[in-house]
């Protein structure tokens, strides 16, 4: 019953994610259930304390539940830990060990320490989380083993990823002001306006290079569809960027649903 729990952690905690699984193959979803579930655990991890030494802890077992995982050895017995030891390899567990690792700054109230530190953090719970489960879905593969792409795959899929990070950072940014924290470099109405901008054009130059690759396969699609509503977000954002803090960035629940809808059906992201 575990993959069933996974998917129960989903789609109470992460609606968006939930959706676009929903819309994704059986297959695809008995790897993405598990992956997103583990995310969901992580993220909250430290949210659920206001001890940073229990928080720590807390990210602490997740790390060496990876670690178990990585090594082939026993695995300790948790319902999301369960279902991920049966879709992670060793490549997968260490790269989500950096994610666990980045969720430290969520224990503190520390700003970012600069823009790097910011864009390493994105990269860490979006880029990678969303790489990971490309690869684990088969979406990684070139059609064409010899091939030589105008930029790696996985650079690419980060990119998006990086976008999509930040589009979920700006819908979370009024909650984690109103918890002491400082989720941006400069959350001056420039700085977010620059800061939509930059993650406007990682999404939209990774998706033309994926298209000029011809990657644009419904099992890549069906993973990287996780992030419909990216644009729109950033692009309310670059245009209005008071509506980061405002909590305006999202749209009706009926154009919510029917751009997945649509997406879905022309098997694209």
Not at 111 to 139: K, M, P
Not at 228 to 238: F, H, I, M, N
Request: proline share 5%; net charge negative.
């Amino acid at each position: 019953m575990s993959f069933e729990a996974c998917a129960a952690i989903v789609e109470r905690a992460d609606p968006d994610r939930f959706l676009a699984t929903m819309a994704a193959p059986v297959a695809a979803r008995r790897v993405l259930f598990p992956l997103y579930a583990f995310n969901v655990e992580v993220s909250r991890a430290p949210w659920v304390t206001e001890e940073p030494m229990i928080a720590e802890m807390r990210l602490q077992w997740w790390r060496d539940a990876l670690e178990e995982i990585a090594t082939g050895g026993a695995v300790r017995r948790h319902e999301v830990v369960d279902a991920l030891a049966e879709v992670l390899d060793a490549e997968a567990a260490r790269t989500l060990d950096g994610l666990v690792a980045a969720r430290r700054w969520d224990v503190y109230k520390d700003a970012f320490e600069d823009q790097t530190h910011f864009e390493e953090y994105i990269n860490a719970t979006s880029g990678d989380l969303l790489w990971t489960a490309v690869r684990l879905c088969g979406a990684g593969k070139a059609p064409d083993p010899q091939a030589t792409w105008p930029q790696p795959l996985e650079l690419s899929v980060k990119q998006y990823g990086f976008g999509v990070g930040v589009a979920n950072w700006f819908r979370a940014i009024p909650e984690l002001e109103a918890r002491g924290r400082v989720p941006l470099v400069s959350g001056t109405v420039e700085g977010v306006r620059l800061q939509a901008q930059a993650a406007l054009r990682d999404v939209q130059t990774a998706r033309w290079v994926l298209r000029k690759e011809g990657r644009t396969d419904a099992p890549l699609a069906d993973v990287l569809r996780v992030g419909w509503r990216t644009e729109r977000t950033l692009k309310t954002a670059a245009a209005t960027p008071m509506a980061v803090a405002d909590g305006a960035l999202d749209e009706s629940p009926f154009m919510r649903r029917a751009s997945l809808l649509w997406r879905t059906w022309r098997q694209t992201f």
